[in-house]
């Protein structure tokens, strides 16, 4: 008869042997899966080669079969000592399999191998005993030195692709090179070691490559051996776990090596960029008194060069702020578990012209999961010209039935402002907290109670949640504007929290109401109304956080023609331009914030000037002759740009794995030759902002927005 000892975690049963001893110097895993036929002739087989050691040891499966596997390893428990069964019961994978036989283990060592005989159980004595007298940390059984071989594994395609697996990993993750045989499966580890392993971080099946990676100055050693065939059920491996395999390598070398380094160089190398910086100016102003450059096109050309350079430095810094610290985000990616909600909301939602998408909005909006009597949502819509969306709204508000979902419809002089409409649903609100979402926005169910969990955690005023453009492949600058908006959201606005001044996002954004009354609400004449209030609110000491959560994350499009999203950037470079003249940043506290918000604001100047700056650097570096050291410096900008686009090929995969997105390796080809052009684009929208301020044409355009394509995502969050 079984012996229950207790309940895990995740509520799989522990079962072990009657007669279990609890001093054991070895604990053996097998993890299986659907292995009935091999059960017994496992354990038969190393049960005679145990009994030539004096080793104390257990035996543990941690089963995740579907077939009759359990009920073989009960039967022979009832006259074998020290065996503990533990049962789960969702096939959770090999690497948790390890990890929960690691939390289970009683010995000083554990014993990792498969439960197919193709780990043979003669070898584990060896293993055994190389332990004893090497007291490694790590002792890895291997198929590739001399006296072992792995004939087990069939044909020369299955060998050959061993051995291309093993150089991969070697080639990109150093600390798998202390073992002849990384991909091995059968090892033994110090359990003092194997308990500290971070289980959150075990995702592929090559749990021994994990632990190298993880573990990097264990003490290894080898035993060799060889690999048998496949005895009783067939072999489960195949193509996609090849591809796992390789996916599970390149995010180890992500994780472990890549942003470490990013984060290493820019922590503690960021005194060389300010030495470039303070090297470049002093050059520069070498160049003004000594005079050997000259022409006035040279000048303008390194002028302009030396701008370009500082402001590519600081981007390079505000695309990788949240890598680099991460403990200042990625801690606060989970608000898990939530505080009872006690915040109220007033979620509103400006509309203009958008039957096709509204009613699909505000049925998401009002379906977040949240008490209803602390929400409520208003629908704000200008009447004089848009009765087509006034229907929608009220078809869909009549259609849900909820009290607390209402239409705002506004109209007369002086016309349809989103601001205007802002003011009169803040005029309306009876909640604590004013949030606003476009009017084509995807908004995840559990948005407001991790809201609510963070004002009451950290007691701020203000918190920007993520908004990220999805469709990447729709056009050639839709990929570019999706990582805009991830480098924005998920890292430089931390960057600009952490100096206590926000230009805030256009939704998705948190306010107590209070302090929007007290600053007077929505600037009803200003085409950047986010940017300006959050610098207002700045200015009054409000204490911001940002929350970028991907599953949390509000999902909208990008502008679906040139001429849109020409129009959008159009008029938030119009609306900084009015932000920047009104001078109401002068009030803030701190000259560092006012620096970081008149470099924002004045941005659009910098990008119309590009639209001429690279023509005419084309001409330069072909008609004018400068000293060799200043034409170096000039080309500065184009080692930024290269470090950009690096930078934007390893984000644009890491947005496509969390997004579980589709993904094609040619999108780096695409970054790499398109770059320039939307740059370009980016010019042109800023160029024709000026003219357009200059002119006096200060009305708003409107953008053309389109239903979240939901084929883009296989992870919804529906």
Request: charged share 20%; hydrophobic share 45%.
């Amino acid at each position: 008869m079984e012996k229950t000892l207790n309940i895990t975690k995740k509520g799989n049963l522990i079962e072990r042997s009657d007669s279990y001893n609890s001093e054991v110097l070895f604990s053996i895993i097998f993890p299986t899966f659907n292995e009935s036929e091999n059960v017994v002739p496992l354990l038969r087989e190393l049960g005679v080669y145990l009994e030539k050691v004096d080793y104390p040891y257990e035996i543990l499966f941690i089963d995740d079969s579907k077939d009759n596997t359990p009920e073989v390893i009960r039967a022979y428990m009832k006259h074998a000592p020290n065996i503990t069964l533990i049962h789960r019961n969702n096939n959770t994978g090999l690497a948790t399999a390890f990890a929960e036989g690691f939390a289970a283990a009683q010995g000083e060592y554990v014993v990792c191998m498969d439960s197919d005989l193709q780990h043979p159980p003669e070898a584990v004595p060896r293993l055994m005993r190389q332990v004893e007298r090497t007291q490694s940390d790590i002792v890895v059984a291997t198929r590739y030195r001399k006296g072992g071989h792995a004939e087990g594994l069939g044909g020369t395609y299955r060998k050959a692709v061993s051995h291309l697996c093993r150089f991969f990993a070697w080639t990109f993750l150093p600390a798998t090179r202390k073992s002849s045989d990384p991909g091995a499966g059968f090892f033994a580890i110090r359990r003092s070691i194997a308990t500290t392993i971070d289980p959150t971080k075990l995702r592929g099946f090559k749990i021994l490559i994990e632990i190298l990676v993880q573990k990097k100055n264990a003490t290894v050693s080898e035993i060799v051996y060889g690999f048998r065939k496949r005895e009783g059920n067939d072999s489960k491996a195949t193509m996609q776990q090849g591809i796992n395999y390789l996916a599970q390598v390149v995010d180890l070398w992500r994780d472990y090596y890549i942003k470490p380094f990013y984060a290493k160089y820019l922590r503690q190398k960021l005194h060389l960029f300010y030495a470039i910086l303070l090297a470049a100016a002093l050059i520069y102003a070498a160049y003004f008194i000594s005079g050997l450059v000259e022409g006035t096109l040279a000048k303008i050309v390194f002028t302009v060069s030396m701008f370009l350079s500082i402001q590519g430095f600081f981007a390079v810094i505000l695309h990788l702020y949240t890598w680099n610290n991460p403990l200042k985000h990625f801690a606060q990616e989970r608000y898990l578990p939530h505080e009872t909600p006690t915040y109220s909301f007033t979620a509103m939602i400006p509309a203009r012209h958008e039957v096709d998408v509204l009613k699909t909005t505000i049925k998401r909006v009002s379906e977040v999961d949240y008490p209803e009597h602390l929400k409520e949502t208003f629908v704000l819509v200008y009447a004089d010209d848009d009765p087509e969306t006034i229907q929608a709204a009220k078809e869909v508000i009549a259609e849900i039935g909820k009290s607390n979902v209402q239409l705002l419809d506004f109209g007369g002089d002086p016309g349809p402002s989103k601001s205007r409409g802002l003011n009169i649903g803040l005029a309306r609100s009876t909640k604590d907290i004013i949030t606003i979402f476009d009017a084509e926005d995807r908004v995840q169910p559990g948005l407001y109670n991790a809201i609510n969990t963070i004002f009451i955690r950290k007691g701020v005023d203000v918190v920007q949640s993520g908004v990220q453009l999805m469709n990447y492949h729709s056009n050639w600058y839709s990929m570019f504007n999706v990582l805009e908006y991830y480098f924005w959201f998920k890292s430089a606005l931390h960057f600009f929290a952490s100096r206590g001044v926000v230009p805030l996002g256009g939704n998705t954004v948190f306010m107590k109401r209070d302090m929007v009354r007290e600053i007077g609400g929505w600037d009803a004449d200003c085409l950047t109304e986010d940017a300006d209030i959050g610098i207002r609110m700045a200015s009054k000491g409000a204490k911001f956080d940002i929350f970028y959560n991907e599953e949390l994350s509000t999902q909208e499009q990008t502008p679906p023609t040139i001429a849109s999203f020409v129009k959008q950037r159009t008029r938030w470079n119009q609306g900084f331009m009015q932000i920047l003249k009104k001078g109401e940043w002068l009030q803030l506290e701190k000259f560092s914030q006012k620096v970081l918000i008149v470099y924002v604001l004045a941005w659009p100047f910098m990008q119309a000037a590009l639209v001429f700056f690279l023509p005419l650097s084309i001409v330069a570096a072909f008609f004018i002759k400068i000293p060799i050291v200043y034409s170096l410096l000039a080309f500065i900008p184009l080692y930024v740009l290269i470090a950009i686009i690096v930078i934007s090929c390893l984000a644009i995969y890491e947005f496509a794995k969390t997004y579980k997105t589709k993904f094609n390796i040619l999108y780096f080809l695409k970054i790499i030759i398109m770059i320039i052009p939307f740059q370009m684009l980016l010019g042109i929208s800023a160029f024709r902002a000026i003219i357009r301020n200059l002119s006096g044409k200060l009305n708003w355009e409107k953008t053309e927005h389109l239903n979240i394509d939901y084929s883009v995502t296989t992870n919804n969050n529906s």
